[in-house]
């Protein structure tokens, strides 16, 4: 019993991630940013035989940064998914996506009228998707 709560727990957590990509990128980019141009008010220079070396230093935080990690990492997944999507033989899948997560202007019953699909093939391009990213991630749904 425990095993299908811990699932279910990570199916809604990517069904999150999903609503708030375009957030997620938004905050990376500004991680990213943070780093590169502000270095975060820490002291990003590394010293060698006493002199400064902050290009590397910021090197070395925006690869060793574990928010930024896995920030990253959930964002890849889900480009990853959409990537999939887009190369698929069926385009109501990706559209489906778009519609769900990121217009987040239709009820599931205009989704399935926009698209013309049953309510069973709804959940299932939806959890195909979800499971790309899980497979992604190493997540159990």
Same mark, same amino acid.
């Given at each position: /019993? =425990?095993? +299908?709560?811990?699932?279910?727990?990570?199916?809604?957590?990517?069904?999150?991630?999903?609503?708030?990509? #375009? %957030? $997620?990128?938004?905050?990376?980019?500004? /991680?990213?940013? %943070?780093?590169?141009?502000?270095?975060?008010?820490? %002291?990003?220079?590394?010293? $060698?035989?006493?002199?400064?070396?902050? $290009? *590397?230093? !910021?090197?070395?935080?925006?690869?060793?940064? !574990? &928010?930024?990690?896995?920030?990253? #990492? #959930?964002?890849?997944?889900? &480009?990853? /998914?959409?990537?999939?999507? +887009?190369?698929? *033989?069926?385009?109501?899948?990706?559209?489906?996506?778009? /519609? =769900?997560?990121? &217009?987040?202007?239709? $009820?599931?019953?205009?989704?399935?009228?926009?698209?013309?699909?049953?309510?069973?093939?709804?959940? #299932?391009?939806?959890?195909?998707?979800?499971?790309?990213?899980?497979?992604?991630?190493?997540?159990?749904?």
């Amino acid at each position: /019993m =425990k095993r +299908k709560t811990i699932e279910h727990q990570n199916y809604r957590l990517l069904e999150s991630e999903l609503y708030f990509y #375009r %957030d $997620t990128k938004r905050e990376l980019e500004l /991680m990213e940013l %943070d780093i590169v141009e502000l270095g975060s008010g820490v %002291d990003t220079t590394i010293k $060698t035989a006493g002199i400064g070396r902050p $290009t *590397e230093a !910021k090197a070395i935080r925006l690869l060793s940064s !574990k &928010e930024l990690i896995e920030v990253r #990492r #959930r964002a890849d997944a889900i &480009e990853y /998914m959409l990537e999939v999507l +887009k190369n698929c *033989e069926e385009p109501a899948k990706l559209k489906l996506i778009e /519609m =769900k997560y990121f &217009e987040r202007k239709y $009820t599931d019953v205009g989704i399935l009228e926009s698209l013309n699909i049953s309510k069973k093939t709804y959940y #299932r391009w939806k959890r195909e998707a979800i499971l790309l990213v899980a497979n992604k991630l190493g997540f159990k749904v």
